[in-house]
T-cell receptor, first 115, second 112 residues
Framework: GNSVTQMEGPVTLSEEAFLTINCTYTATGYPSLFWYVQYPGEGLQLLLK?????DKGSNKGFEATYRKETTSFHLEKGSVQVSDSAVYFC??????????????FGKGTLLTVNP | EPEVTQTPSHQVTQMGQEVILRCVPISNHLYFYWYRQILGQKVEFLVS????????KSEIFDDQFSVERPDGSNFTLKIRSTKLEDSAMYFC??????????FGPGTRLTVT
């Protein structure tokens, strides 16, 4: 079945540092890939997505590129802010459409950014 | 901007009791989901719902669980006889005709 392996946290950075959170996946076919973010006390918010190989998703300074050859979707940001402190989840959904939009999540990575 | 809402935000119940968790998805969404997150663990898929019926369910979603969309707006998850291991955060999500899903803020269920 589908699975997502995500870099173990927690990750602690200083403001303006470079961020990478690694994510690799196992899936049949051509899944869509996502990063979700969960701020303290809140639900999951879609941060960015990519639906086919070599697509780059980007939002709020975060980027991730769908690499089929390495089955990876690493999250990067060039300069993190204190407000980026949250839990980040890598996820994938199947390629069959309809009910197979269900998401398979990684374990999540807690990011703390210090001023 | 429309958003998914869930009630209650926190539910405490005794083992063996029935609970109903409620969700109001975004009105034009077609696909509905429940996920759960046990403290410190990953978010897990429970069930998907489309066209007024279950389209897929996970191994977790046994006979103690059921879902309904009784009035075209609310989407509920019922647990008939709660167990200690049902304690978790439960998230409702919805989506249109695309891969994006929009999540509610979650209901924290505590079974004592």
């Amino acid at each position: 079945g589908n699975s997502v392996t995500q870099m173990e946290g927690p990750v602690t950075l200083s403001e303006e540092a470079f961020l990478t959170i690694n994510c690799t996946y196992t899936a049949t076919g051509y899944p869509s890939l996502f990063w979700y973010v969960q701020y303290p006390g809140e639900g999951l918010q879609l941060l960015l997505k990519a639906t086919k190989a070599d697509d780059k998703g980007s939002n709020k300074g975060f980027e991730a590129t769908y690499r089929k050859e390495t089955t990876s979707f690493h999250l990067e940001k060039g300069s993190v802010q204190v407000s980026d402190s949250a839990v980040y989840f890598c996820a994938l959904s199947g390629d069959s459409g309809g009910s197979n939009y269900k998401l398979t999540f990684g374990k999540g990575t807690l990011l703390t950014v210090n001023p | 901007e429309p958003e998914v809402t869930q009630t209650p935000s926190h539910q405490v119940t005794q083992m063996g009791q029935e609970v109903i968790l409620r969700c109001v998805p975004i009105s034009n969404h077609l696909y509905f989901y429940w996920y759960r997150q046990i403290l410190g663990q990953k978010v897990e898929f429970l069930v998907s719902f489309y066209n007024n019926e279950i389209s897929e369910k996970s191994e977790i979603f046994d006979d103690q669980f059921s879902v309904e969309r009784p009035d075209g707006s609310n989407f509920t998850l019922k647990i008939r006889s709660t167990k200690l291991e049902d304690s978790a955060m439960y998230f409702c999500a919805g989506g249109g005709d695309s891969y994006e899903q929009y999540f509610g803020p979650g209901t924290r269920l505590t079974v004592t």
